[in-house]
């Protein structure tokens, strides 16, 4: 449905996106997640024709969006990262303004923007101007704006930065009523988000894919790295160097407890239960062992991985509290 071809853009020496390659097939809710500057608005400006590519193409459904973007952007419906909203239009005259955009025909629109407001949720609020809304209304405004006319794909980029703990909890359920018929695209720079909403999760990390896969397959595809996590009850050095003279670990952490006692986590090599070793030698060298056992690698301990570590606090950071200014207020 969407073919994306070794995807470039360069903002002058700048490398934000650095050859993407995926597929969007139909009727699936895909999530974009990456740091802040990984690359992800861009690539969604650029799949949307809001912005050219430095090489490569964008196919939807066999039209490239660079040389036909009217006829593509009719599939998609978009919701960027600041939404051009205009302050002094009441709601249903913004929406009846984007119905025109699109080309929506006359006789359609009004049914259009009615099935927009219906629902994005907005009937409360239709008569109001937009400047007066709330910055959850007005992110509903967006999101009714990118779903005008359904088209088959829709993409939004960060829906719930800024808003509180409801409204995200509302967008959320929005998203999946919507992906029942459309295919949905949405960036995130928080990994809970996309997890709980997306049922194929794309990482992409300084430009470049990473990752791309199902929640589930890219947690089993890691699990070939078995970590196991120890206490026991001896000094960190002590136990720094059992490990460091134990075969078949790969690497391992240490953390001195409060109580006296020390914890590990270690990573094996692959395929290699070392778990009787490490209860073997513990026992040898009089150190008890309080706690042995294995850990699932999970989604984060991937994404920390496969991303920088110094942009990691902030994908965990589901407050969505980083300021980010709306165009749509000047
Ligand atoms: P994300 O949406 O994942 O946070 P962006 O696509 O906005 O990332 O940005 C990717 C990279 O491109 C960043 O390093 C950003 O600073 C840079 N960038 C984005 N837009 C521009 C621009 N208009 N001019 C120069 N650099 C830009
Ligand atoms: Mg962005």
Same mark, same amino acid.
């Given at each position: 449905?969407?073919?994306v071809k070794n995807l470039? !853009?360069k ?6 996106? /650095?050859?993407?390659n ?5 009727? *699936?809710?895909?999530?974009f997640?990456?740091?802040?500057g990984?690359?992800?608005s861009t ?12 090489e490569?193409?964008?196919l ?5 969006i $660079?040389k036909?973007?009217?006829?593509a ?5 978009y919701?960027p990262e600041? +939404?051009p909203l205009?302050?002094d239009? !009441? ?6 303004f984007?119905?025109e955009?699109k *080309?929506?025909?006359?006789a359609d629109?009004? #049914?259009a923007?009615?099935?927009a ?5 907005l009937?409360?609020?239709?008569? *109001?101007? %937009?400047k007066n809304?709330s !910055? &959850?209304?007005?992110?509903?405004v967006?999101?009714a704006q990118?779903v $005008?006319?359904? +088209?088959?794909i829709i993409?939004?980029?960060e829906p719930t ?8 909890i509302e967008?959320?359920e929005?998203?999946r009523?919507?992906? !029942?018929?459309?295919?949905v695209?949405?960036?995130s720079?928080?990994?809970a988000?996309?997890r709980?909403?997306?049922?194929y999760?794309m990482i992409? #990390?300084?430009?470049?894919?990473v990752a791309s /896969?199902t +929640?589930?397959?890219?947690e089993?595809q890691?699990n070939?790295?078995e970590t %196991?996590?120890i206490?026991a ?7 720094? #160097?059992i490990?460091l003279?134990? +075969?078949?670990?790969?690497d391992?952490?240490i953390?001195e ?6 914890? #590990? ?5 692959d395929?290699?239960?070392?778990r ?10 009089k150190?008890?062992l309080?706690m042995?056992?294995t850990s699932?690698?999970s989604?984060? /301990?991937?994404?920390?991985e496969?991303t ?5 606090s902030?994908?965990?950071n589901q ?6 200014t709306?165009? &749509?207020?000047l």
């Amino acid at each position: 449905m969407i073919e994306v071809k070794n995807l470039v !853009k360069k903002y002058g020496n700048h490398v934000a996106i /650095d050859h993407l390659n995926f597929t969007i097939e139909k009727g *699936r809710i895909y999530g974009f997640l990456g740091p802040n500057g990984a690359g992800k608005s861009t690539t969604m400006n650029i799949m949307t024709g809001y912005l050219g590519a430095t090489e490569g193409e964008v196919l939807i459904d066999g039209h490239d969006i $660079l040389k036909e973007p009217e006829e593509a952007k009719k599939h998609i419906g978009y919701l960027p990262e600041l +939404p051009p909203l205009y302050m002094d239009m !009441k709601v249903w005259e913004y929406l009846e303004f984007a119905a025109e955009l699109k *080309r929506i025909p006359k006789a359609d629109r009004e #049914s259009a923007v009615e099935d927009a407001v219906r629902m994005a949720k907005l009937q409360d609020v239709e008569e *109001r101007l %937009i400047k007066n809304l709330s !910055k &959850g209304y007005r992110q509903r405004v967006g999101l009714a704006q990118a779903v $005008l006319g359904f +088209p088959e794909i829709i993409i939004l980029d960060e829906p719930t930065v800024g808003l509180d703990p409801k409204q995200i909890i509302e967008i959320r359920e929005l998203i999946r009523k919507l992906a !029942k018929n459309h295919t949905v695209i949405l960036s995130s720079h928080i990994l809970a988000e996309v997890r709980e909403v997306c049922d194929y999760i794309m990482i992409i #990390s300084k430009g470049k894919l990473v990752a791309s /896969d199902t +929640p589930e397959n890219l947690e089993n595809q890691m699990n070939g790295d078995e970590t %196991i996590e120890i206490l026991a009850k001896a000094e960190p050095e002590e136990m720094r #160097s059992i490990l460091l003279n134990m +075969p078949h670990i790969k690497d391992f952490k240490i953390e001195e407890k409060p109580d006296g006692t020390t914890y #590990s986590r270690i990573e094996s090599e692959d395929g290699i239960d070392i778990r009787e070793q490490i209860f073997w030698t513990f026992a040898e060298e009089k150190c008890p062992l309080l706690m042995l056992q294995t850990s699932k690698v999970s989604l984060e /301990d991937i994404f920390l991985e496969l991303t920088q570590k110094d942009t990691v606090s902030m994908v965990f950071n589901q407050s969505g509290e980083e300021e980010k200014t709306n165009a &749509g207020d000047l």
